[in-house]
């Protein structure tokens, strides 16, 4: 199973709300095998997730991390989508579509 993990400052609304993004974005786009949580900056380490959402503000401080996904708005749906597809083809997750 693969792990995407939607990080902020904090751990709790900007990251909770990008982690109800992208699930909603993976039933979109019919992608299975893959699990989303959020947490904050702090608690991650290298290794925890496949891929890691975050936003500009925090990339920098993400840095080493992993595979690492910048999003330039994490209010940006077409933006989740694209990135969100990259990351599941980088991390051969199936789809159904």
Same mark, same amino acid.
């Given at each position: 199973? %693969? ?10 609304? !900007? ?6 993004? +992208?699930?909603?974005? =993976?039933?979109?786009?019919?992608? %299975?095998?893959?699990?989303? $949580?959020?947490?904050?900056?702090? !608690? ?5 997730? $496949? *891929? +890691?959402?975050? &936003? @500009?503000? +925090?990339?920098? *401080? *993400? ?8 999003? $330039? !708005? ?5 933006? =989740? @989508? ?5 990351? *599941? @083809? @980088? ?5 159904? &579509?």
């Amino acid at each position: 199973m %693969t792990k995407f993990l939607a990080v902020c400052s904090t751990g709790l609304g !900007s990251s909770f709300m990008v982690h109800m993004n +992208i699930e909603k974005v =993976l039933k979109e786009l019919q992608i %299975t095998g893959v699990t989303v $949580d959020h947490t904050d900056l702090g !608690s991650v380490a290298n290794g925890d997730a $496949d *891929a +890691i959402f975050v &936003g @500009r503000d +925090i990339a920098e *401080a *993400a840095e080493g991390l992993g595979d690492v996904v910048v999003l $330039d !708005s994490i209010i940006d749906l077409n933006e =989740l @989508r694209t990135k969100v597809g990259e990351a *599941a @083809r @980088r991390h051969n997750v199936p789809s159904a &579509g």
